[in-house]
C-alpha cells in the first residue's frame, strides 16, 4: 500500500499488514539455480546483434550465430548494480509512486481489442476517445495511481496508434504513465513526448513518468524490438518492465516449476543485458510466470489460481520490483464472476506484494476493457487498503477515559471521539450499502448499473489539468512526424 500502510515494525509486538508468500525460500532459491542451469546449458536465442557481442565481449559462449549460453557469474555480477528500488513520479515531478518492498499501486491494462461502452452496455471496437475518456476516469479514481493505455483505438492508423495513445495519456492524467510499444521507433517517440511534458532528458531519468512494458517472444527466444527497447531504456537510465512470455504445454513446460523457470531465465537474461548497457539501470521484474492455457478452450486465463503468487516470491527473494497483474476477469460483463475474480487477484497480489498491478478493468481475459469494472476495481482497492492497514493500539484508540465516562449505558454517537474519528473507517461508494428501502427509492440498481453511472459522472464533472499549449503541440508535433514516416 502507499506510504508506511505496510511497513512491518520488527521490535513492535503487532504487524501493520498482512503478508503471503507462495514459496519458501528454499524453493526460490532452487527455481533460481534451474533459471541459471538453463541459462549455462540450453541458453537463449538473441535475435539482436548487440545484445549477443555485448554478452560475447562478457564472457558468454555464443554458437549458431545467436544462441547465447550465459555464466552464472554474469548473473551475479548483474545484481550487484541493480537498483533495489524504483520510483516513478507525476507529470509534476513528485514522486509518488515507490517500488520497493511490499508496497502496491494499482492501474489498468493496455491495448484491448473492444470496449464495453458504459453508455449502452454494448461491447464495441475502441476509438480514440474512448483511451481519452478512460484515462480522465482514471485520473479522477483515487486508488488508480499509475495509467495504462486501456484500449486500442482503431480510428487511427494502426501502424503508430501507440502514439496516440501516449498522447492521450500525457495529455489526460498527471499520474505515472505505463506504456506499450509496438516496435522500437515507437518506444523512442513515446520517450521524446515524455521528455517534452517534463523538460528534457535528465529532467525525465531523475524524475521518470515513464516506465515501459516490454513482452519478449518466450524466455529462452528474444526478438529483435524487445531488446532495442530494453538497451535503449537503460541507457537512457529509464525503467524497463522486461516481460517474458511463456505459454505452459505450448511454448514451455505445463509444470508451474518448469514454467516459471523457463520465464525467470528470461527476466535473468533482461537484467544482465540492462546492466551491462548501464550499471544501475532501473529493472522491473514481471509479476507473473507458470501460466498454461486453458486445454479445454485454447484461452490463456488471467485469473487462474495455480501461479498466483510464484513470480512475487522470486521478486522478493531478489528483492527487487514487481510489475503484477489482477482485477482482470475472464468473465464477459459486468457480473459476479467478474467483481469474484476481481477480488480474488486484487486480494492475492497485494498480499503477495506486488508493486505495480496492472489490468484492473480487463474483461474477456484481456480482449476487452470496462469502465465501469474498473471503478468496481477502485472500490475493491480502497477496500483492501483499509484490510491491509495497521491496527493503531494506543490510548486515544482504546478510549478507555471515554468508555469510564459513557458507563454502561451511555451511547456514543453524539461524543467528539466518534465525530475525530467516523471517516476512519471504509465506506463505499458504489458498492451498496444502504436498506433495501432506500435502495429501491434509488432505483433498486445494479452494481453494474452504478458503476456506469458512476463513471457518466466523472466524465461529466472531473476535468484532468491539461498541458500548456507549447507543450502539447510539442506532443503532437512528434505523432504528426510518425504520421509522416508511415504515409499517413
Known amino acids: 500500500m502507499k506510504g508506511s500502510m505496510n511497513n512491518i515494525r520488527a521490535n513492535d509486538t503487532s504487524f501493520e499488514s498482512a503478508h503471503f508468500g507462495k514459496l519458501s525460500p528454499q524453493q526460490c532459491e532452487k527455481l533460481h539455480n534451474a533459471s541459471l542451469e538453463i541459462l549455462e546449458r540450453t541458453g537463449v536465442r538473441l535475435f539482436e546483434l548487440e545484445a549477443v557481442e555485448m554478452l ?16 552464472a557469474s554474469l548473473v551475479e555480477k548483474a545484481f550487484n548494480t541493480v537498483p533495489r528500488r524504483v520510483v516513478l513520479c ?7 509512486i515507490f517500488l520497493e518492498d511490499h508496497c502496491s499501486f494499482y492501474g489498468p491494462g493496455s491495448d484491448c481489442l473492444h470496449i464495453i461502452d458504459h453508455r449502452t452496455g454494448a461491447r464495441r471496437q475502441p476509438k480514440l476517445q474512448d483511451v481519452v475518456e478512460g484515462i480522465t476516469v482514471c485520473d479522477a479514481l483515487p486508488h488508480i495511481d499509475f495509467v495504462m493505455s486501456l484500449c486500442l483505438p482503431g480510428d487511427v492508423n ?33 520517450v521524446e513526448m515524455a521528455e517534452a511534458v517534463v523538460g528534457g532528458p535528465e529532467a525525465l531519468r531523475q524524475n521518470p513518468l515513464v516506465a515501459c512494458y516490454i513482452n519478449v517472444t518466450t524466455g529462452l527466444k528474444h526478438n529483435a524490438e524487445a531488446l532495442q527497447k530494453l538497451l535503449y531504456l537503460a541507457d537512457k537510465g529509464l525503467p524497463a518492465i522486461y516481460v517474458p512470455v511463456v505459454s505452459g504445454g505450448m511454448t514451455g513446460p505445463v509444470t508451474l516449476a518448469g514454467d516459471m523457470a523457463m520465464v525467470n531465465a528470461g527476466v535473468l537474461t533482461g537484467l544482465v543485458l540492462s546492466q551491462l548497457k548501464r ?62 475474480e476481481a477480488v480474488m487477484t486484487l486480494l ?18 484481456g480482449l476487452t476493457f470496462s469502465l465501469a469494472q474498473l471503478v468496481n476495481c477502485d472500490e475493491i482497492v480502497g477496500w483492501i487498503e483499509h484490510f491491509m492497514a495497521g491496527i493503531e493500539i494506543n490510548d486515544e484508540t482504546l478510549a478507555l477515559d471515554l468508555i469510564d465516562e459513557k458507563g454502561p449505558d451511555g451511547q456514543y454517537m453524539d461524543s467528539e471521539h466518534t465525530f475525530t474519528h ?3 473507517r471504509w465506506y463505499p461508494r458504489v458498492f451498496e450499502r444502504d436498506n433495501y428501502d432506500n435502495w429501491q427509492a434509488h432505483g433498486g440498481k445494479s452494481l ?36 509522416q514516416k508511415s504515409g499517413g
Open 448 to 483: 453494474a448499473e452504478r458503476a456506469a453511472e458512476r463513471v457518466s459522472e466523472i466524465l461529466a464533472e472531473h476535468k484532468p489539468e491539461l498541458l500548456p499549449e507549447d507543450i502539447r503541440d510539442r506532443v503532437n508535433a512528434v505523432v504528426r512526424r510518425a504520421e
Open 158 to 190: 494502426q501502424a503508430i496508434a501507440e502514439r496516440y495513445q501516449m498522447e492521450a495519456m500525457l495529455s489526460s492524467t498527471t499520474k505515472p504513465i505505463v506504456f506499450v510499444t509496438y516496435d522500437f521507433e515507437g518506444c523512442v517517440d513515446a
Open 90 to 96: 507525476n507529470r509534476l515531478g513528485e514522486r509518488v
Open 348 to 365: 492475492v497480489e497485494t498480499l503477495a506484494g506486488a508493486n505495480l498491478i496492472h489490468d484492473l478493468g480487463y474483461l474477456e481475459s
Open 422 to 424: 467516523f471517516r476512519e
Open 56 to 71: 560475447r565481449k562478457a564472457g558468454a559462449f555464443v554458437a549458431e550465430g545467436n544462441r547465447v549460453r550465459i555464466p
Open 279 to 340: 550499471e544501475g539501470a532501473p529493472f522491473i521484474m514481471p509479476g507473473w510466470g507458470g501460466e498454461a492455457l486453458d486445454m479445454r478452450t485454447m484461452v490463456g486465463p488471467y485469473c487462474a489460481p495455480d501461479p498466483q503468487g510464484m513470480a512475487m516470491a522470486l521478486a522478493h527473494y531478489y528483492n527487487l520490483p514487481s510489475f503484477g497483474y489482477a482485477g482482470a476477469s475472464e468473465s464477459k460483463l459486468v457480473d459476479a464472476q467478474a467483481g469474484a
